[in-house]
């Protein structure tokens, strides 16, 4: 099969690959789509230190069963393998699993003609649905995940509050979006590129500002920050941004460098909340907002061939294309 393969720091082969083979309980499903993540950028600069190359990146991924019993049918993929045995995987939070693994990390992923998933990690797409706008479903299990875990904590509803969403990827755009059906009553987000901003404005979800531009948001402003970046400097800007008593949910890991302001989150009594990945309501909630149109057009998703993977590696990583999200059709 035709695979694109990450070798080394910033390289990228697309070439040929022996075609994976199942074990038992899985099945091989060919790829139809598959998105590039956040994470898939970290491995590509070189930051991800379980992500040795050679490897096959990718785990968003939407495709056709090839064998199993659902075989020919469309189905997309939630790449989080779990025990299913565990404490946590019995109360439904899978992705708290000790033994958990996403593939694409050290089981090959998506970024390839064909792919290998244990059978109950299918999720069939619903009719009408295009498999682009279906392998969305896992960025935006994430940035549901992240607010469904802020509403829990959250002393008002999101209709009476404000929020503000920090950066303008597919995973902020993503947040951005759930927090507009919710009915969230007022929407910020904050973006250094300016052409993500472009877009995002475009989509018309929320307001949209320049962090480091001169016209900022008054301090302590936001009910709720949800911090889609993770870096030193956005986790300053959500300690600034969060009002007393506010919710600070946290799903970026670009860095681990200091910026939390623990004095003012204790002081100000302001909730922080480590979120990862999401759980199978999450993914279905996500595949179902999606396919009824609750999240909009998702015209700013922008779809290229699995052999000019590299390229896309490579504008996403100079900043060079507009989109919020590419995905790499094998």
């Known amino acids: 099969m035709k695979a694109l393969v990450y070798t080394a720091t910033q390289e990228l082969q697309y070439r040929d690959e022996p075609d994976p083979v199942a074990a038992e ?14 994470s898939d950028m970290h491995a590509y600069h070189g930051h991800d230190e ?49 033994s958990r693994e996403i593939i694409g990390m050290r089981h090959a992923g998506a970024f390839a003609q064909y792919v290998t998933i244990a059978e109950k990690n299918l999720i069939a797409i619903p009719d ?13 299990a994430v940035s549901l995940h992240s607010i469904v875990l802020a509403e ?3 002393h008002r509803p999101l209709s ?34 300016a052409s993500r901003r ?10 949209v500002f320049d962090p480091l531009g001169s016209s900022l948001p008054e301090a302590a402003g936001f009910d709720l920050v949800v911090d889609a970046v993770g870096s030193g400097a956005t986790r300053r800007d959500a300690s600034r941004y969060a009002r007393q008593g506010g919710v600070i949910t946290h799903i970026g890991l670009q860095d681990n460098e200091p910026g939390l302001d623990i ?23 996500s ?40 995905v790499l059709l094998p």
């Open 25 to 38: 309980q899985e099945v091989t499903v060919k790829v139809e789509a598959s998105g590039i993540c956040g």
């Open 263 to 285: 004095r003012r989150l204790t002081l100000q009594e302001i909730t922080f909340i480590g979120n990862y990945t999401y759980t199978h309501t999450d993914l279905q909630a």
């Open 152 to 154: 829990k904590v959250m």
């Open 50 to 98: 379980r992500r040795i190359p050679p490897l096959i990146l990718g785990h968003e991924a939407a495709g056709i069963v090839m064998d199993g019993r659902y075989a020919g049918q469309r189905m997309v993929i939630n790449p989080l393998v779990t025990c299913g045995l565990c404490a946590d995987c019995h109360a439904g939070r899978s992705n708290l699993c000790p």
């Open 287 to 326: 595949l179902d907002a999606i396919a009824r149109g609750a999240l909009g057009s998702l015209d700013w998703v922008e779809a290229r061939p699995l052999s000019e993977g590299a390229q896309a590696f490579k504008d996403i990583h100079t900043s060079s294309t507009e989109a919020p999200k590419i």
């Open 160 to 193: 009476e509050c404000s929020a503000l969403v920090i950066g303008g990827g597919a995973i902020g755009l993503l947040a951005a979006l759930f927090l507009a059906q919710k009915g969230t009553a007022r929407i910020m987000l904050s973006e250094t590129s």
């Open 128 to 140: 009408g649905l295009d498999m682009i706008h279906a392998s969305l479903m896992e960025p935006a």
């Open 198 to 207: 472009s877009t995002v404005e475009k989509v018309g979800c929320c307001d």
